[in-house]
């Protein structure tokens, strides 16, 4: 018990530090927000009127305090540029995001473990070498060179799937593909290696000299068994996935955070900019705190300290 | 020539005759009906009149709201829109406008002269935080309505059909600013209910509705039935698709998907498609107010000295940069675009010269060449047009050494005074807002944009020009709109005398659509709709 209240408030103090982190864009970012929403036939006394509604006269604590305090109600501010709530423009793209994760965290696992698997039960063949080479190619190419790829022999040459959009899972299924290969290489490489740590187990011998067959060797002894450090990461892949959507969302025309991000970033929409950086890293903490707990109820050796 | 105008006009016959139902002579014949998809690649910001401000909102606001006054669809010329008429008096200082009867807002509500007055005095509201305000700052009273937020004392309602605009000084622009859409009428009732987000959810008296707004997703607009212009819109729907890379979206146009592609051709794919004969008749080529220049600081020495002006000037290749970006755009020799009124066709700059531009160089003292920085924002193809004007320079032994930074730190960098000494405007290029000279002149060349975080990057300051900008802004009856115009054009070819900027070519912009839609009168070269004027496009399979 002492250790989750312990991780839950280091998490909460990592939260703290991205809320110092997220208000210094406010200032790091070359931008005069007040004259961006006065506009270019403002007069200097407009601008400053405008200043001061937005508080951006206010001493940086003070500023920093009403972030804060609105922070507090769920409040990330209102675009400049899009003139809403972001916490509404956020809401509204949030659901498209966890969607495509969700099937990118699919297949991830779904080419990944079985190209791992049957990797390491072929060592050293043709099939394993190819495919070793290939999940290295996908894991080291840009995502958005995949993308575009995928989008122009799928979707434009044979047709078979939608050039962009959302809405059916024939939709999800390239962005999806996109943002789950290059994890799908990762674990393809990594699932080949604790599987082959595992066929080496005392266990997995013995298994063998009971005579059980081999079907049930991999499917019951070997595979859950090499599968505890993937579980273990997909908490983390969160982050990837994180800048991942930036991309793919963006190729794609998926309605997620990724696309509001890349467009916030182009427009230099400064509160979009903080509220997304402030959710993905609420994510990111909470996939690390999520990955901790559940680790040991899986995998029984790993123990609570 | 004139063998290939008659080629030409014979093709378009035979396609006439090919397609007999698809091309309706004339506007009484268009039937109403059918639908379009339009994509863009960011989202659409708010539609508020007062605030909307990009070039994507602003045509949809032209569609949803209406001003007292308009553009004759394909011109810039005004026309009355809410307004029946209206009446400018002989000093210039007093507009009176007859409304139309029963125009409705989209929630059925009459329009009335109250709404007008309301619009007005929110848009010059600081609370609304209008980009737009400083526009209507003729109006009698404004600097104490800015301050006081109550009644707007310049503008009044002698009837519920009648509006009388008062000015402080005359302000030959009224007109425009009467169809810009900062002016654009609201409803009090819908505005206060919905606040801040009445721009989500936009309730006016135009052509179309908006009848659904998914974030990042689409906007559908539906037909007006009630719209008070019989027989617009041609269209019953238009839906916009949002966040459509352009490249994927011009992959959909050619498949037949989407009928116009918002963010028009992307530069890698404009020889491509422009060349393509089957595209000949969807692609639309249209002149911009728009003018891409070299400014130069004259308050930071070198550029002090007018011949050193004058040497950039005739150091850069114009045409060498205009074939860079795939002939998208015409040279330019003054700051006016053709496309505007005022601009002098007359007018022959100065021609590219390098050795002439070395002599000048030499007679300002400076045989030797200099160092100086070139500010450019960090956005393709702009790096690239700096550098040709890089190698121009240095051959006439200028060394400008290149700062390539983002857009807010260029701007920043040429709002101060001793900020940025060369600036190529290019991505950040001045748009007129309306088609009037005097948008060309005020916030980028006269002496009030000549202030910390202003607009006049030259830093130019010519108390005899601004003196001739507000005699030519004086002249406000009709009637003197030709004398107005050339006046202006003469302040800008006067000032091309002191060369503050090198204007080196005016942008076009290219459309493309698809063979489902067309229009009259030009519709996707409208100068003051971009990319195409959704009231006026119709289906060719609803004819």
């Known amino acids: 018990m002492g250790y989750i209240l312990r991780r839950l408030i280091q998490s909460l103090l990592i939260l703290i530090g991205v809320s110092i982190i997220t208000f210094a864009i406010l200032f790091a970012l ?137 809405g059916s899972f024939r939709h999800l299924i390239l962005p999806a593909l996109t943002l789950g290969l290059l994890g799908g290489g990762w674990y393809a490489r990594m699932m080949r290696s604790s599987t082959i740590e595992v066929l080496r187990q005392d266990y997995v011998r013995t298994a063998r000299a009971k005579g059980l067959s081999r079907a049930r060797i991999v499917l019951v002894h070997v595979v859950p068994n090499g599968l505890l450090p993937i579980i273990a990461m997909i908490g983390l892949d969160i982050g990837y996935f994180m800048s991942g959507i930036v991309v793919v969302e963006s190729v794609f025309g998926w309605p997620g955070i990724g696309q509001l991000t890349w467009q916030a970033i182009n427009q230099i929409d400064i509160p979009i900019i903080m509220g997304v950086t402030l959710v993905a890293a609420c994510a990111i903490v909470l996939g690390n705190l999520l990955a901790d707990l559940v680790a040991p109820l899986i995998d029984p050796r790993i123990k609570l300290k | 020539m004139m063998k290939k105008l008659v080629m030409s006009v014979s093709l ?140 707007l004392a310049g503008i009044t309602t002698p009837d519920d059909y009648t509006v009388k605009i008062e000015l402080a000084h005359p302000d030959a622009t009224m007109l425009h600013l009467m169809a810009l859409n900062f002016s654009f009428v609201v409803p009090k009732e819908e505005v206060e209910k919905l606040g801040p987000d009445f721009g989500k959810h936009p309730v006016g008296t135009g052509a179309f509705k908006v009848s659904e707004w998914t974030s990042g997703q689409k906007i559908v607009f539906e037909r007006n039935k009630d719209y008070y212009n019989k027989g617009l819109p041609h269209l019953d729907q238009i839906t916009f698709e949002i966040g459509q890379e352009p490249v994927v979206a011009l992959l959909r146009l050619q498949k037949g998907e989407i009928d116009i592609a918002g963010d028009g051709i992307p530069p890698a794919k404009y020889v491509e498609v422009t060349q393509d004969p089957a595209n000949k008749d969807l692609v639309t080529i249209v002149d911009q107010l728009q003018t891409g220049y070299v400014s130069m600081n004259v308050t930071m020495p070198p550029f002090d000295k007018v011949e050193v002006r004058q040497a950039v000037n005739m150091a850069i290749n114009k045409d060498r940069i205009v074939k860079l970006i795939n002939n998208r755009a015409v040279p330019a020799n003054q700051p006016l675009p053709p496309a505007m009124p005022g601009y002098d066709k007359s007018y ?20 030797d060449g200099f160092t100086t920085e070139l500010y450019v924002q960090n956005v393709d193809p702009n790096p690239r047009i700096a550098q040709a004007i890089q190698q121009d320079l240095a051959k006439i032994g200028i060394k400008a050494e290149l700062k390539s930074l983002d857009q807010g730190n260029v ?54 020009l601004d003196a001739r900008a507000d005699q030519a802004n004086a002249m406000t009856d009709p009637a003197q709109a030709d004398a107005r115009a050339t006046a202006w054009g003469k302040i800008f070819t006067d000032l091309m005398k002191d060369a503050p900027w090198a204007p080196v070519f005016n942008e076009k912009a290219i459309t493309i659509h698809s063979k489902r839609v067309a229009g009259p009168n030009g519709v996707f070269a409208d100068p003051i709709h971009i990319p195409v004027n959704y009231d006026e496009v119709y289906a060719t399979d609803a004819q």
Request: glycine letters at 12%; hydrophobic letters at 40%; aromatic letters at 12%.
């Open chain 1, 30 to 166: 070359p931008n005069d927000p007040a004259r961006q929403v006065a506009g270019r036939t403002a007069s200097p006394s407009q601008v400053e009127d405008v200043r001061h509604q937005l508080g951006l006269d206010l001493p940086l604590p003070a500023q920093y305090a009403r972030y804060i305090a609105k922070l507090a109600h769920g409040d990330l501010g209102r675009s400049y540029i899009q003139r809403t709530q972001v916490s509404e423009l956020i809401g509204a793209r949030l659901p498209a995001s966890l969607l495509l994760m969700l099937g990118a965290i699919v297949c991830e696992l779904l080419i990944g473990l079985t190209i791992g698997t049957v990797a390491a039960l072929r060592r050293n063949t043709g099939f394993d070498q190819g495919a070793m080479v290939g999940a290295l190619f996908f894991v080291s190419m840009p995502q958005f060179l995949v993308g575009y790829a995928l989008l122009y022999v799928f979707g434009a040459w044979l047709g078979w799937l939608p050039l962009s959009g959302y």
């Open chain 2, 12 to 151: 378009a016959a035979l396609m006439l005759a090919a397609a007999p139902l698809a091309t309706p002579t004339f506007a009484q014949d268009i039937k109403q009906g059918g639908a379009m998809i339009v994509t863009f690649k960011d989202d659409i910001s708010t539609l508020d009149p007062a605030i909307g401000y990009d070039w994507k909102n602003w045509s949809m606001i032209k569609s949803v709201f209406d001003g007292l006054l308009d553009y004759k669809p394909g011109t810039t010329e005004i026309i009355p829109d809410l307004a029946e008429s209206y009446d400018v008096s002989k000093d210039g200082l007093t507009y009176t406008f007859k409304l139309r009867h029963g125009v409705k807002f989209h929630n059925g509500r009459e329009m009335k002269a109250a709404d007008v007055k309301y619009s007005l005095e929110r848009t010059c509201n600081p609370d609304t935080q209008s980009p737009g305000a400083g526009y209507y700052g003729a109006i009698k009273g404004f600097d104490d309505f800015q301050k006081s937020k109550k009644d």
């Open chain 2, 348 to 367: 022959k700059g100065y021609a590219y010269d390098p050795d002439g531009a070395k002599a000048l160089l030499a007679k300002a003292g400076l045989s």
């Open chain 2, 411 to 464: 701007i920043a960098a040429g709002g101060k005074k001793d900020g940025a000494p060369m600036i190529w405007s290019g991505g950040m290029a001045w748009i007129a807002d309306f088609p009037d000279p005097s948008n060309f002149y005020t916030a980028i060349l006269g002496c009030g944009g000549a202030v910390d975080g202003g607009w006049n990057w030259a830093w130019y300051c010519n108390k005899d």
